[in-house]
């Protein structure tokens, strides 16, 4: 290696002089026709920081799905769905489109692929999907259309029905329907499973697998049985849902979590209760704090569902012994997130993790008082939406606070909120209120003594927050 200069610059690196690395190529394709192709074979990694400060004594390995092309595991079933249509003449290249209800990973999956092959896609997902799931889809080329988080899976206006409707009124529309396809768990049957056979040499103790659609947990079950019927599936459901066994659990209440891609409030046709020897509940905070643990401990870039997997692991695997196997699936990936968990001010706000001090700031830790607080207009949720925001106009407020029946505080109405739900083509003044109702915001209650510090961390991400005293506004 030379030190010298070549007019005026330092000379370049000897190359030929630096001690090298070499590791033998694997036998892949080198080329492959489209980036649907690279679904697939993704590595199972061995994880170390964490189940040598858990105190596990197992081998514990991460099968990090979260690298799959589409960011997730839905990948392998968008694939395989389209495939399997693509055969059965079901869906028909520059004629049909494609409609789903998804949680996001498997509408990503189907985008992609309508992309590759030049379908017409459209996705319908909840409002408490992220953001980056959202314009990675738009990105992609998708059509989305959001339902309320609130609505059960049987409601009108949840994402399934309106998949469902959609599909009857669009012409030549197809819903692959993840749910009850049979695609689903054969995907995971034909190759998520033999790839963590072909990694350990069929000798696997346990596999920790959340449970969403219940495909993988079903197909990665089945086939492992089958080949190593020592191994022990253990399902992962969030509290709130009623995928695990509710005898078992005593936890048949549908609730709300923060973490998404897993839990239903409904049993699709494709899980099979039969392959799943153990089920373990999660909760929000502990999951989350997993995931960061994934991220910042063992460099494994993946989201929210991968710490209640992982969480679920460790509990679980305090049952294996030295020299066993066990195998953590990775969902989905750290992209899908960032405006959420990865966020401190995200995870301070909802209790997650303790609120950042600012001792030298003598006013951090003064108490929120009635003193402080804007008075806001009230509506009733049946206001129409010309009259809402002509009051939204004379008022002079930067906001409304819409109630129900029984004046409980269910949105606020902002001219910004508004000029984005017109401009963007997502509701008309004639709409109904809610249409134009953030139902997604940020509160504090006055009674409970919440801190400027804790109000100013909401202020963070959050345009407006909203002060609310127990039973009033």
Request: charged fraction near 25%; aromatic fraction near 6%; include cysteine.
């Amino acid at each position: 290696m030379h030190n010298g200069t070549t007019n005026g610059c330092p000379e370049y690196f000897d190359l030929k002089d630096m001690p090298h690395i070499i590791k033998a190529l694997d036998r892949n394709q080198k080329l492959e026709p489209n980036i649907l192709h690279v679904i697939g074979n993704t590595p199972l990694v061995k994880l170390n920081k964490i189940p040598k400060k858990d105190g596990l004594l197992c081998d514990m390995y991460a099968k990090c799905e979260y690298l799959n092309p589409g960011g997730s595991i839905k990948d392998r079933i968008a694939y395989r769905m389209v495939l399997d249509a693509e055969e059965k003449c079901i869906l028909v290249p520059g004629k049909s489109v494609i409609i789903e209800p998804t949680s996001g990973n498997t509408g990503i999956g189907l985008a992609l692929a309508a992309a590759v092959k030049g379908y017409r896609c459209i996705i319908v997902l909840p409002e408490k999907m992220s953001d980056e799931k959202v314009n990675t889809l738009l990105a992609l080329g998708a059509e989305i259309i959001r339902t309320p988080t609130e609505a059960a899976s049987h409601d009108p206006d949840s994402n399934l029905m309106v998949a469902k409707r959609l599909a009857k009124e669009i012409p030549n529309a197809v819903m692959l329907d993840q749910y009850n396809n049979a695609c689903n768990p054969l995907a995971h049957y034909d190759g998520t499973a033999e790839e963590i056979l072909w990694s350990l040499d069929d000798d696997v103790d346990m596999v920790v697998i959340g449970a969403g659609t219940c495909g993988t947990v079903s197909g990665i079950g089945h086939k492992i049985k089958e080949r190593c019927p020592k191994c022990v599936i253990v399902g992962v459901d969030p509290l709130g849902s009623i995928l695990a066994e509710p005898d078992e659990l005593n936890d048949s209440d549908v609730g709300m979590y923060e973490v998404e891609g897993i839990g239903y409030d409904f049993l699709p046709k494709v899980l099979d209760r039969k392959v799943i020897d153990k089920w373990i509940k999660t909760e929000d905070k502990e999951s989350l704090a997993m995931s960061r643990r994934l991220i910042k401990e063992e460099g494994l870039l993946c989201g929210g569902s991968s710490g209640a997997i992982m969480w679920a692991a460790t509990q679980a695997a305090k049952s294996l012994k030295a020299g066993q196997k066990c195998v953590v699936i990775l969902p989905d990936n750290i992209r899908n997130y960032m405006t959420k968990f990865i966020s401190d001010q995200w995870m301070e706000v909802r209790g997650f993790k303790p609120v950042v001090k600012h001792d030298e700031l003598p006013w951090w830790n003064a108490v929120v008082t009635k003193s402080v607080i804007q008075p806001i207009t009230v509506i009733p949720h049946n206001t129409p939406t010309v009259e809402a925001l002509a009051t939204l106009k004379t008022s002079a407020a930067p906001a409304l606070a819409v109630v129900d029946e029984e004046g409980a505080l269910i949105g606020v109405v902002t001219a910004d909120y508004a000029r984005r739900r017109l401009t963007n083509l997502f509701g008309t003044m004639s709409d109904e209120l809610s249409k134009f109702t953030q139902k997604k915001f940020y509160s504090a209650d006055v009674t409970q003594a919440p801190a400027l510090g804790f109000v100013s961390r909401m202020l963070d991400i959050a345009p407006f927050v909203v002060i609310v005293e127990s039973g009033n506004i």
